[in-house]
Structure formats: structure tokens, C-alpha cells
């Protein structure tokens, strides 16, 4: 080490450590979200029983448990006290979807976005109801909202990807499918769909790129 850098193994160390944090410090994170702990947030809500935030989030954890009748108590409360609170929006749509209440679902999911559009999980929502209800447009409309608050949803790049494909938006294809290997970078679907459309378009480079890229996940 010393012989090539002319630095000491010590300082050598030093200075890579120092570059891959600051690298490390660029990369969008995908958070890892913990189980909800129900009872600390129904002690939390029995403390604050005007803090609607708190109520949403209990509504949430009831929701994860499987509790939807409680999930929507506690979001009709909290929307009581705050009627422009898109998560209470959000659990009373993901209830109706359960129920099959699509349209019911989708207006309240119009709501959430309305009063806060930095609500991604309600613009993937949404996008879902649009694909179902055959509306691509709209559905792709939806999940480039939804990325352009929360980036790093490798599902969200898989869909807008077939969505392009329906659409006939090639260059917004290969962009979706570059977004998604990005944020899942393990996972070689992406990378196929790519290599084969810059194989037909004789983009050797990024054949190149790709196939290196498949090779470190597949070898």
C-alpha cells in the first residue's frame, strides 16, 4: 500500500473510510419500518386524545394487526379533530379497498392528496385504483407523484415500467427501469427488461453497462 499511494496503511485507511462515507452520506435509504407497537400507541393516544397525528398512527398500527374496525374508529376521530389529516384519509381508504369499495376509496384517496401531496403511500394507492380500473394514464399520472415524493420504491418503477409500455413511452420506460435497478439493485428483472431494449437499439455501451451489472447479480 505504501509502495503505490505513499501513504501509510493507517492514513490510507483513513482516507478510503472518509470517501465511502461520503458517498454513503449521497444514497437515497429505503427506510426499514419496524412492526407497530400497538400498545405504546393506544398509551400514547389514552395521553393525547386531541393529537390526531398520534390517532393516524395508532389507526395504522390497527390496520397492520388486521383490526380494521378499530383502524377506522380511530381515523374517523382523527380526522374529527382534524379534518385535513391525509393519513386519516388514507386508513378509511384502505378500508373501503377491503370492502371493495373502490370509488369510495378513490374519493377519499383524492382527499388525502389534495390536503397533503407529499403523501406517497396515498399516490400509490391511487395509482392502484386507476390501474384497476383500467385507467393507465391516470395510473402512471399517480405513481409519478408518488416517486417523485418517495424515490426509492423499487415497485413503483416496476409498475410505472408497464404502464410506459402500454403507453407507448419508450424513453420514459427505459428511465423507469433504470430508476428501479437503482433502487433495487439485486434484483436482475429490471436489468433483463433493459438489456434487451438497448440490445434491439444497438446502444452498445449501455448493452455493456447492463451486462455487467446482470453478471454481478447472476454470475
Known amino acids: 500500500i505504501e509502495k503505490v499511494t505513499g501513504q501509510k496503511l493507517e492514513d490510507f485507511q483513513a482516507d478510503c473510510f472518509a470517501h465511502i462515507r461520503e458517498i454513503a452520506a449521497k444514497l437515497p435509504v429505503r427506510p426499514q419500518f419496524l412492526p407497530p407497537d400497538v400498545e405504546a400507541l393506544e398509551e400514547r393516544?389514552?395521553?393525547?386524545?386531541?393529537d390526531a397525528a398520534v390517532l393516524c398512527d395508532l389507526a395504522q398500527a390497527y390496520l397492520a394487526a388486521g383490526q380494521s374496525e378499530e383502524a377506522r374508529e380511530r381515523a374517523e376521530k382523527a380526522l374529527a379533530i382534524d379534518p385535513k389529516i391525509s393519513w386519516g384519509h388514507v386508513v378509511l381508504a384502505d378500508v373501503a379497498m377491503q370492502q371493495e369499495k373502490k370509488d369510495e376509496a378513490a374519493a377519499l384517496l383524492r382527499k388525502a392528496v389534495a390536503n397533503d401531496p407529499g403523501n406517497a403511500s396515498a399516490w400509490f394507492m391511487l395509482g392502484m385504483l386507476s390501474k384497476d380500473a383500467?385507467?393507465?394514464?391516470a395510473a402512471a399520472e399517480?405513481?409519478?407523484?408518488g416517486v417523485a415524493v418517495y424515490s426509492v420504491n423499487p415497485k413503483a418503477y416496476e409498475e410505472l415500467a408497464g404502464f410506459y409500455a402500454q403507453l407507448d413511452k419508450p424513453k420514459e420506460r427505459r428511465e423507469a427501469l433504470e430508476s428501479w435497478i437503482k433502487a433495487d439493485p439485486h434484483n436482475s428483472e429490471p436489468a433483463r427488461e433493459l438489456l434487451g431494449i438497448y440490445f434491439d437499439e444497438k446502444q452498445w455501451e449501455d448493452v455493456l453497462r447492463i451486462a455487467q451489472h446482470m453478471i454481478f447479480i447472476v454470475p
Not at 45 to 50: D, F, G, L, Q, W
Not at 134 to 137: F, I, K, L, Q
Open 134 to 137: 383500467g385507467d393507465v394514464a
Open 142 to 145: 399517480a405513481f409519478e407523484s
Open 45 to 50: 393516544a389514552a395521553n393525547n386524545p386531541n
